[in-house]
């Protein structure tokens, strides 16, 4: 599409530490006077990495406040100037402008719509509409709510519009999706399956690679890829979550595989390197996703470079139970919706294995109780009401199947999902389903500075 039509300008940004702690900055966000109000049930993702003991605190980075605090005022500039010419939300009939084809658009809508949007739901994602439980070709901004039923029970002002339309009369359906929330999580078995395929990620196999388990003194979950570092000595090492890398009390962050020596079996890997857990939405994006100043996305990852003893003959490019993969899938937000939306994917992990399921929306939103606004890539449904991960399997690489007999190409990596939390009802009749969440591969190896390498030949050429 022509940027023009929206009056965007695309932002291209480089990403700054911070020098601040991360339990410094966690302090400094819980006291801020100025967060927005939120709905008392937010639409909250669970991190899916299996713990050996049950207590276990995800490790926060942030932005520095004093830039967030700049860039305020450069978002409510750009949000204002989107404001002029703009008509407000439909009710009972359809725009008459262009519908929107792109993410960029999609996104674009939702973000100067992201007040009215909050008012009344849990969250929103886009991509298709919902109709019986199965993916359309009609693109939707999708709002998630406690309770789903009938316009007729409803009166006027609880009523959402039936399309939105953005700048430059663009517009897009709003459909309504039903999220069965639970409140505080329920504890899950930590070993839930046991296959041939799962045993071997877990240990019993001669060489590690993708969906093997990782672990370090507190944690464990899946390895997603073998990748090298852009810069310095191009590393070789291996990415994973970083909620499954870092933990706050043990300070060298060594990982090993399948465990800890002072828990099981196991031999040293490497200690972490760089990782990233949070980052502002324009960095990410490209562009402001939402009119919040106070918008992070999930950017859960680690990189872990493999230690100079390790044996390097002990590792696999290929993905078990998968075989080859292609280059990565770059997401680009120019892009038809359909390029992602609605995509079959695979996935091997630790915990269930492989399993199959379908992209169902893209940059779910939602708010956390001190009105801090967080985006997550990917929401991902498994196939015939199957789950599509399970605790443990953080980490694993989330793969497009192939089209064309193309090979299945790395798309995202898990960082959790809901269902110890709450689930998507998406049919009528039908029980609720559980979610996964990912991140976009693409953007997190960008963020990292990190390749992925596909070809046992590539690895060769860098190590042998």
């Known amino acids: 599409m022509d940027r023009n039509r929206l009056g965007l300008r695309i932002h291209h940004s480089g990403s700054s530490q911070s020098e601040e702690s991360a339990l410094d900055l966690e302090r400094n966000y819980c006291s801020h006077p100025n967060l927005l109000w939120s709905s008392p049930s937010p639409l909250q993702p669970f991190a899916s990495g299996g713990q050996h003991s049950e207590s276990n605190a995800a490790y926060f980075s942030w932005p520095t406040l004093s830039r967030l605090n700049d860039a305020a005022e450069v978002r409510a500039n750009y949000f204002g100037n989107l404001q002029k010419g703009v008509l407000p939300e439909t009710l009972g009939r359809l725009p008459s402008g262009q519908r929107a084809t792109t ?53 006027h002002v609880q009523c959402l519009p039936a399309a939105l339309e953005g700048p430059g009369g663009v517009w897009c359906d709003v459909d309504v999706v039903e999220f069965s929330y639970y409140g505080v999580p329920a504890a899950t078995p930590k070993e839930q399956l046991y296959t041939e395929l799962v045993d071997g990620l877990r240990g019993s196999d001669p060489c590690i690679g993708s969906g093997s388990q990782v672990a370090n003194q507190e944690t464990y979950g899946t390895l997603g890829a073998i990748v090298k570092s852009r810069t310095g000595n191009r590393q070789v090492g291996f990415l994973t979550n970083r ?41 990410w994006y490209g562009i402001f996703a939402g009119t919040n100043p106070e918008t992070f996305v999930r950017a859960d990852g680690a990189f872990i470079p493999f230690a100079e003893d390790f044996n390097m003959n002990n590792v696999n490019i290929t993905v078990k139970g998968v075989g080859e993969v292609g280059d990565v899938h770059v997401i680009d937000l120019q892009a038809p919706i359909n390029s992602l939306i609605g995509r079959k994917v695979v996935k091997v992990g630790r915990s269930s294995g492989l399993t199959t399921g379908t992209i169902m929306a893209y940059a779910l939103e939602y708010n956390d109780e001190k009105g801090i606004c967080f985006f997550t890539d990917f929401l991902v449904v498994g196939e015939n009401q199957q789950t599509f991960d399970l605790e443990g399997d953080s980490g694993s690489l989330i793969l497009l199947t192939g089209r064309d007999c193309e090979k299945p190409r790395p798309v995202g990596i898990i960082w959790g999902g809901t269902a110890n939390r709450g689930r998507l009802k998406l049919k009528v009749g039908q029980p609720p389903e559980n979610w996964t969440s990912g991140v976009d591969l693409g953007r997190l190896l960008d ?7 596909t070809t046992n030949e590539g690895l060769q050429g860098l190590y042998f």
Not at 118 to 136: P, V, W, Y
């Open 103 to 155: 993410l960029l658009e999609l996104m674009t809508i939702r973000a100067f719509h992201s007040k009215i949007l909050r008012r009344f739901s849990l969250g929103t994602a886009i991509g298709f509409r919902i109709r019986r439980g199965d993916l359309t070709d009609i693109p939707a901004i999708l709002v998630f709510v406690a309770r789903k039923v009938h316009r007729q029970w409803l009166s």
């Open 243 to 283: 909620h499954v890398a870092v933990d706050l009390d043990y300070p060298n962050q060594k990982m090993f595989h399948p465990l800890p020596p002072s828990l099981g079996p196991g031999v040293y890997l490497g200690a972490v390197e760089r990782a990233t857990s949070f980052i502002t939405d324009e960095l």
């Open 447 to 453: 963020l990292l500075e990190l390749d992925i390498i």
